[in-house]
């Protein structure tokens, strides 16, 4: 038994049982007969039951399902500055974070089809309470954060998880994939929570936060979808959080989330690899030691670089131009373009509803202002 069993994904020698275990569930036929639909159930069914390990599930049926995805749904993925990095190598990629589901998936992919090594990633345990996507997601080697914890337990539990990312990075030399903050960015600022850094560092022993994080081998991560296929599922919860009030979850609404992020239309989808964070961190040691705010640093630097490296769609200079009635950004566009995105907005919202309308064009426009801010700051 290891203190880990209870968050670790599977182990290679329980790969096989577990794939055996689901083999024949109906979202797992679901799953293939997408991935696959020139191909006879038994077949795939008999090639599942042949995999050994998570390199194999995932290079052999995952990654299929990734490409399918963006052949169905979008309008293509491109790649910046993984160039830079190198493929033995384990980095700790800490990324915005808009789509449950292909937020790590789309990584996973582009570092197995470059070589690198793949991520182990952090997901919220609320999001597979179901055996099936328990299942599947420690099949694709995601470890679990566990979420809704009293306090006293919350606490060991980010240590327990601090120590389990620390001993993937330096002693299994696997890279880790984990979100910027907890739970998705909503209003399209993306921006790193201290206390996401503040569990990094219980393994740091000791050391100051940023020779910690220069050991840690950071990149940060920017992810840019030119449609975001669950924007208007984000919406209940941003009005409720302009009106003060409580949002409370629907039942299934996490799964209807899942779902609608992998098979609504993303359009064109772009991730950039920043450069590993090194130099930043050695003139942040000699600034000050004071520990909260080596960390606050560390999340700037971090937040400048996924800002200024997220790539900016037309859609997101429309909502900009629309949100405060300007024509700025008019050349970076086409009338149709504005014109397909006028006809989204009427479709997904009441756009005499100002708190809706406001809302859903902020969510694309706030990359536009965030990166301004960036800009301005240099």
């Not at 006293?152 to 539990?157: D, G, I, N, V």
């Not at 022993?205 to 599922?233: G, N, R």
């Not at 400048?304 to 300007?326: C, E, R």
């Not at 024509?327 to 708190?355: A, C, G, P, V, W």
Request: hydrophobic share 35%; aromatic share 8%.
């Amino acid at each position: 038994m290891s203190k880990f069993d209870d968050i670790r994904p599977f182990d290679d020698s329980e790969v096989n049982e577990a794939v055996q275990s689901i083999v024949r569930h109906p979202m797992m036929k679901a799953l293939m007969n997408f991935t696959f639909p020139e191909t006879d159930e038994n077949i795939w069914a008999e090639n599942l039951k042949k995999t050994e390990s998570i390199g194999d599930f995932q290079k052999n049926f995952i990654s299929h399902t990734i490409h399918k995805i963006l052949e169905t749904s979008s309008q293509g993925l491109t790649t910046s500055g993984f160039e830079n990095l190198d493929k033995n190598t384990a980095y700790l990629f800490v990324s915005n974070h808009r789509d449950i589901v292909l937020d790590t998936s789309l990584l996973n992919l582009v570092l197995l089809e470059k070589g690198f090594i793949m991520t182990s990633s952090a997901i919220g345990d609320n999001l597979v309470k179901q055996t099936f996507l328990h299942v599947l997601a420690k099949l694709n080697r995601n470890f679990l954060v566990q979420r809704g914890l009293p306090l006293r337990e919350q606490l060991k539990s980010s240590q327990l998880m601090s120590e389990y990312i620390y001993q993937l990075l330096k002693t299994e030399n696997r890279s880790v994939w984990i979100a910027q903050r907890e739970g998705r960015t909503k209003d399209g600022n993306d921006a790193t929570q201290q206390g996401v850094l503040k569990m990094l560092a219980m393994a740091s022993d000791h050391v100051s936060p940023s020779a910690f994080f220069k050991d840690l081998k950071i990149v940060p991560l920017s992810i840019s979808y030119e449609y975001d296929p669950t924007d208007v599922l984000k919406m209940p919860q941003l009005v409720a959080k302009q009106k003060d009030e409580v949002y409370v979850k629907s039942k299934d609404e996490d799964f209807t989330t899942m779902m609608s992020g992998v098979l609504g239309q993303k359009k064109r989808i772009h991730l950039h690899a920043g450069n590993v964070l090194c130099a930043e961190l050695d003139d942040l040691e000699s600034k000050s030691d004071n520990k909260n705010k080596q960390l606050q640093e560390i999340a700037q630097i971090i937040d400048q670089s996924i800002i200024q490296n997220y790539q900016l769609w037309p859609t997101n200079f429309i909502a900009y131009d629309l949100l405060y009635d300007t024509h700025q950004y008019s050349e970076n566009y086409t009338e149709k373009e504005k014109q397909l995105f006028e006809r989204r907005l009427e479709m997904r919202i009441d756009i005499d509803d100002e708190i809706l309308r406001k809302g859903f064009l902020a969510m694309y426009a706030n990359p536009v202002a965030n990166k301004i801010k960036y800009t301005v700051n240099q």
